[in-house]
């Protein structure tokens, strides 16, 4: 997915146009915030749609944030690997991003890869930080 974001002008990216149609026939949608700290520790507050079926990593690069997400969400690399700060619930990791997180650099006991986490309303607030980079 690529969507183009006006940083300056704080525009929300493309994802917003499907959800403006979607609004157009009265279709109930709900976004999330969620704080981000990039690897320069600047912090981004995202907002991000709860009924797209989108997942941390497509939030990431909808913002233009600098996450490769090279395997496209399938937990075969760990270019969207972030550290959760705050205290949600969230799924347990499964054994693909176990195995994934076994061979990353950087590995804390709360990394998690941004493509294996779902968007949805149980993680309203969450507090990521960016892994640092491998290369």
């Known amino acids: 997915m690529t969507a183009s974001w006006n940083k300056e002008a704080n525009q929300k990216p493309n994802i917003y146009k499907a959800r403006y149609l979607c609004s157009l026939n009265n279709i109930k949608m709900s976004d999330i915030k969620i ?5 320069e520790d600047q912090e981004h507050m995202l907002e991000a749609p709860t009924d797209m ?5 497509e939030v990431f690069k909808a913002y233009e944030l600098p996450v490769e ?10 270019t969207c690997h972030c550290y959760v700060l705050s205290e949600h ?4 990791a499964t054994d693909d991003e176990e195995d994934m997180l076994d061979q990353a650099f950087f590995v ?13 309303d ?3 607030g969450l507090v990521v930080k960016l892994a640092p980079s491998a290369e």
């Open 35 to 39: 704080k981000v700290i990039d690897r």
């Open 53 to 57: 079926n989108m997942n941390l990593m």
């Open 69 to 78: 997400g090279t395997c496209g969400g399938m937990a075969l690399c760990s």
């Open 108 to 120: 804390e006991d709360n990394s998690r890869l941004g493509c294996q986490l779902k968007i949805n």
């Open 122 to 124: 149980d993680i309203n």
């Open 89 to 92: 619930e969230l799924p347990e």
